[in-house]
């Protein structure tokens, strides 16, 4: 029944589960967020996520170590965008299409490795909800916000030290001139080739965390494919989010909540067909880039390689 | 050795190696793809000769190779439309999904027409659905400068849940819609509209108008003003607009002829090979990643439609090869997706070196004509390049 949707009880659960679904689409498009204010578009998302899932949830599987998983999940996101970030920076080679090469070998790879090192869908006691004293009793309130595994709490932080290390640090400035004008941030001494190294790289250890939230924090499982697309979304939440971190968490949560939703609409049986209920989002993604994309600008350098004129 | 140097500075050496650039960024990956193996425990020689005779090792294994090849050279043909016109269509899967789903649709409602003509009839519809599929990331591009990368991937998850919706529901299999499995299917096609096979195997007339469409898409790219004006665009848009081409509608066609061959491949999938869709509720399950791998055969093929040819078959063998090396070596077939990654990476990365080549050609011409060197040396320089 539609009206079972407006009970108080089935709200809090939307918005909570809303809360919670949007940590891996924060993580991968923080990252993103990062690269591409440098001018690099990373399509390499999805790969990156696939490999870290995958790596925190073996190692956690057999250390029972949940923190040491996440720590391989960072270091094989992280050795996924060095090579980016060689092909790109110094090869110069076309990033869409190169991103794509890394989104075929992640999947590949995971699924490879699952094949061939666990065979079988198992699982693992993921990170526990932690309840935060006092705020977590708040009827509620407490569910949906305070009573979130420690990844959830971390995807929340890192919009704000995002936000505030691109705008309000040299590092953020040098970040942002590198993607605006490449040649004009060369001439001031600010070495585009270590800065892009630096974003394409930080974006990579985030995708591999993004994609440990979902295998160690989330769904406790790991299976092949199993983003089924959610880093090609980070990447168009990025967009969405016109390149501003706050943008970005907007974007994420509009995208988590409809998908929290669907799944719910699911789960109470009411009568729409499942296949639009999943379609939703990607209809709605699309709709929202045709309104908003026309009117913010992408970073001036994006997707060009940086070649010092001679 | 100065004769040897000659031939390494030479212009068509220079030439060959760019043409082989590709090959090697194959052997590259494979020699990685040896290294993954022994770190897997597996012979890399029992596996790449289990790889080998399930593509090549019997008529049937090769006639499946070309079957496999099929969809990758037609999605392939329509990347390498609109990677020339400079837009990045990765919505194959999606619009061979939906090529598939109207090419059906046609096979399913007009049973009482010959068969010729329907399977005509589905051709044409597929060449459509994809049309369709392509041309709306085409206009969003066009029109409203929404990135064509990610409304086409946008566009592959809406095809997919389309393709679930209808096989389940409007479109399910009559005899399966009373059973509680319900198995997600449609009717099978009748046996008149199947397309032809060519010789006693699997192979079936869709490779023959893939192969006749590669030469067709060559014409067309430069052979005709619309292929000239794509591939201006694709190379120079504000030159283009100044030289009064309208810049958005060649993007518009670009995807929308791109979709319209990825289209095709998924109707000469329901005609060619499995006579009736079938959904496990992925797109690969369906397109078998082709709508992916159809971009690495054209990147392969040095986006050339012709060269595509035998990039699809290369990589049509990889991947039937890939099935008996998990047979015979028990290697999941997921190592060659991996492969087929590097392979992309590879490739792209090794255009630095042809570009530089070709500046240094264009500096050699350059110097040539500005000072003329002693007439014997010029001449000889004359012969090389002719």
Same mark, same amino acid.
């Given at each position: 029944?539609?009206?079972?949707?407006?009970?108080?009880?089935?709200?809090?659960?939307?918005?909570?589960?809303?809360?919670?679904?949007?940590?891996?689409?924060?993580?991968?498009?923080?990252?993103?967020?990062?690269?591409?204010?440098?001018?690099?578009?990373?399509?390499?998302?999805?790969?990156?996520?696939?490999?870290?899932?995958?790596?925190?949830f073996?190692?956690?599987?057999?250390?029972?170590?949940?923190?040491?998983?996440?720590?391989?999940?960072?270091?094989?996101?992280?050795?996924?965008?060095?090579?980016?970030?060689?092909?790109?920076?110094?090869?110069h080679?076309?990033q869409?299409?190169?991103?794509?090469?890394?989104?075929?070998?992640?999947l590949?790879?995971?699924?490879?490795?699952?094949?061939?090192?666990?065979?079988?869908?198992?699982?693992?006691?993921?990170?526990?909800?932690?309840?935060?004293?006092?705020?977590?009793?708040?009827?509620?309130?407490?569910?949906?916000?305070?009573?979130?595994?420690?990844?959830?709490?971390?995807a929340?932080?890192?919009?704000?030290?995002?936000?505030?290390?691109?705008?309000?640090?040299?590092?953020?400035?040098?970040?942002?001139?590198?993607?605006?004008?490449?040649?004009?941030?060369?001439?001031?001494?600010?070495?585009?080739?270590?800065?892009?190294?630096f974003?394409?790289?930080?974006?990579?250890?985030?995708?591999?965390?993004?994609?440990?939230?979902?295998?160690?924090?989330?769904?406790?499982?790991?299976?092949?494919?199993?983003?089924?697309?959610?880093?090609?979304?980070?990447?168009?939440?990025?967009?969405?989010?016109?390149?501003?971190?706050?943008?970005?968490?907007?974007?994420?949560?509009?995208f988590?909540?409809?998908?929290?939703?669907?799944?719910?609409?699911?789960?109470?049986?009411?009568?729409?067909?499942?296949?639009?209920?999943?379609?939703?989002?990607?209809?709605?993604?699309?709709?929202?880039?045709?309104?908003?994309?026309?009117?913010?600008?992408?970073?001036?350098?994006?997707?060009?390689?940086?070649?010092?004129?001679? | 050795?100065?004769?040897?140097?000659?031939?390494?500075?030479?212009d068509?050496?220079?030439?060959?190696?760019?043409?082989?650039?590709?090959?090697?960024?194959?052997?590259?990956?494979?020699?990685?793809?040896?290294?993954?193996?022994?770190?897997?425990?597996?012979?890399?020689?029992?596996?790449?000769?289990?790889?080998?005779?399930?593509?090549?090792?019997?008529?049937?294994?090769?006639?499946?190779?070309?079957?496999?090849?099929?969809?990758?050279?037609?999605?392939?043909?329509?990347?390498?439309?609109?990677?020339?016109?400079?837009?990045?269509?990765?919505?194959?899967?999606?619009?061979?999904?939906?090529g598939?789903i109207? /090419?059906?649709?046609?096979?399913?409602?007009?049973?009482? $027409?010959?068969?010729? @003509?329907?399977?005509?009839? !589905?051709? +044409? &519809? #597929?060449?459509?659905?994809?049309?369709?599929?392509?041309?709306?990331?085409?206009?969003?591009?066009?029109?409203?400068?929404?990135?064509?990368?990610?409304?086409?991937?946008?566009?592959?998850?809406?095809?997919?849940?389309?393709?679930?919706?209808?096989?389940?529901?409007?479109?399910?299999?009559?005899?399966?819609?009373?059973?509680?499995?319900?198995?997600?299917?449609?009717?099978?096609?009748?046996?008149?509209?199947?397309?032809?096979?060519?010789?006693?195997?699997?192979?079936?007339?869709?490779?023959?108008?893939?192969?006749?469409?590669?030469?067709?898409?060559?014409?067309?790219?430069?052979?005709?003003?619309?292929?000239?004006?794509?591939?201006?665009?694709?190379?120079?848009?504000?030159?283009?607009?100044? /030289?009064?081409?309208?810049?958005?509608?060649?993007?518009? $066609?670009?995807?929308? @002829?791109s979709?319209?061959? !990825?289209g +095709? &491949? #998924?109707?000469?999938?329901?005609?060619?090979?499995?006579?009736?869709?079938?959904?496990?509720?992925?797109?690969?399950?369906?397109?078998?990643?082709?709508?992916?791998?159809?971009?690495?055969?054209?990147?392969?093929?040095?986006?050339?439609?012709?060269?595509?040819?035998?990039?699809?078959i290369?990589?049509?063998?990889?991947?039937?090869?890939?099935?008996?090396?998990?047979?015979?070596?028990?290697?999941?077939?997921?190592?060659?997706?991996?492969?087929?990654?590097?392979?992309?990476?590879?490739?792209?990365?090794?255009?630095?070196?042809?570009?530089?080549?070709?500046?240094?050609?264009q500096?050699?011409?350059?110097?040539?004509?500005?000072?003329?060197p002693?007439?014997?040396?010029?001449?000889?320089?004359?012969?090389?390049?002719?």
């Amino acid at each position: 029944m539609i009206s079972d949707l407006f009970s108080f009880t089935v709200l809090v659960g939307i918005l909570a589960s809303g809360i919670r679904l949007a940590t891996p689409y924060l993580y991968a498009a923080i990252g993103e967020t990062f690269s591409q204010r440098s001018g690099v578009l990373n399509l390499g998302v999805e790969g990156q996520m696939l490999l870290g899932a995958f790596a925190a949830f073996y190692v956690t599987l057999t250390t029972e170590n949940l923190w040491l998983g996440v720590l391989t999940a960072m270091f094989v996101g992280a050795l996924m965008g060095l090579a980016m970030a060689y092909v790109t920076v110094n090869l110069h080679a076309e990033q869409g299409i190169s991103g794509i090469g890394f989104f075929l070998f992640g999947l590949g790879m995971s699924d490879l490795l699952f094949q061939k090192l666990l065979g079988t869908v198992e699982t693992v006691r993921g990170f526990p909800e932690i309840y935060i004293p006092g705020l977590s009793d708040i009827p509620g309130i407490g569910e949906i916000f305070f009573s979130q595994n420690v990844l959830v709490y971390g995807a929340y932080l890192l919009v704000p030290i995002a936000w505030f290390v691109l705008n309000k640090t040299t590092l953020g400035l040098k970040i942002r001139s590198v993607g605006e004008n490449p040649d004009a941030a060369d001439s001031l001494g600010v070495s585009v080739i270590r800065v892009r190294y630096f974003t394409i790289i930080l974006g990579g250890t985030l995708s591999g965390i993004a994609g440990a939230s979902l295998s160690i924090a989330l769904l406790n499982v790991f299976q092949q494919n199993m983003t089924s697309g959610l880093g090609f979304i980070a990447v168009a939440l990025v967009y969405f989010g016109a390149w501003r971190p706050v943008g970005v968490l907007g974007g994420a949560l509009l995208f988590s909540m409809i998908n929290s939703l669907q799944l719910w609409i699911q789960v109470l049986g009411i009568n729409v067909k499942s296949e639009f209920a999943v379609m939703m989002p990607y209809v709605l993604t699309i709709l929202v880039l045709v309104a908003t994309v026309s009117r913010v600008r992408a970073p001036a350098a994006l997707t060009k390689p940086f070649e010092r004129e001679s | 050795m100065p004769a040897m140097n000659k031939v390494f500075q030479s212009d068509w050496f220079s030439r060959l190696v760019d043409t082989l650039l590709p090959v090697f960024a194959t052997l590259a990956a494979l020699v990685l793809g040896a290294v993954m193996l022994l770190l897997l425990n597996v012979n890399p020689i029992a596996a790449y000769t289990a790889l080998w005779e399930g593509a090549f090792g019997s008529s049937n294994a090769f006639a499946e190779t070309l079957v496999k090849a099929t969809p990758l050279l037609l999605v392939a043909l329509g990347i390498c439309i609109s990677f020339r016109g400079d837009v990045i269509n990765i919505g194959g899967e999606g619009q061979m999904i939906i090529g598939a789903i109207f /090419a059906t649709w046609v096979g399913l409602t007009f049973t009482g $027409l010959p068969g010729w @003509l329907v399977i005509t009839l !589905a051709m +044409l &519809a #597929g060449f459509l659905g994809g049309a369709i599929w392509g041309g709306i990331p085409g206009v969003l591009k066009a029109y409203f400068r929404v990135n064509e990368i990610l409304s086409t991937v946008m566009m592959n998850a809406i095809a997919v849940q389309l393709m679930n919706f209808l096989l389940s529901g409007p479109m399910i299999d009559p005899s399966q819609a009373e059973l509680a499995s319900r198995i997600p299917q449609t009717a099978r096609l009748l046996e008149i509209f199947r397309l032809p096979r060519l010789i006693p195997t699997r192979l079936h007339l869709g490779a023959l108008i893939a192969v006749m469409l590669a030469i067709l898409v060559y014409i067309l790219l430069w052979r005709t003003t619309l292929g000239y004006r794509i591939r201006a665009v694709g190379q120079n848009p504000h030159a283009s607009r100044y /030289a009064g081409i309208k810049v958005q509608r060649y993007i518009v $066609l670009a995807l929308l @002829l791109s979709g319209a061959f !990825a289209g +095709l &491949a #998924g109707a000469t999938q329901v005609f060619g090979v499995n006579y009736r869709m079938i959904t496990d509720g992925s797109s690969s399950g369906f397109t078998g990643s082709a709508g992916f791998n159809g971009i690495v055969a054209a990147l392969f093929g040095q986006l050339h439609p012709v060269w595509s040819i035998p990039a699809s078959i290369l990589f049509g063998a990889l991947l039937v090869g890939a099935n008996s090396m998990q047979r015979v070596v028990q290697v999941p077939s997921a190592l060659v997706t991996a492969l087929n990654g590097l392979v992309v990476v590879f490739v792209v990365s090794s255009e630095i070196w042809r570009k530089r080549r070709q500046r240094k050609r264009q500096a050699i011409v350059k110097q040539e004509n500005e000072s003329p060197p002693p007439s014997d040396e010029r001449q000889a320089i004359q012969m090389e390049g002719t």
